[in-house]
């Protein structure tokens, strides 16, 4: 159970990263 929570956890991180990073490409464009 603790391992799916962290895989969750992991993923979750991903996720977010993911947005963050494209939030500042669509920013650098205009």
Do not use: A, C, H, P
């Not at 603790?2 to 990263?17: C, D």
Request: aromatic share 14%; charged share 15%; glycine share 6%.
């Amino acid at each position: 159970m603790g391992f799916l929570w962290q895989q969750r956890e992991q993923y979750l991180f991903g996720l977010r990263q993911l947005t963050i990073s494209n939030v500042v490409k669509n920013q650098s464009i205009t």
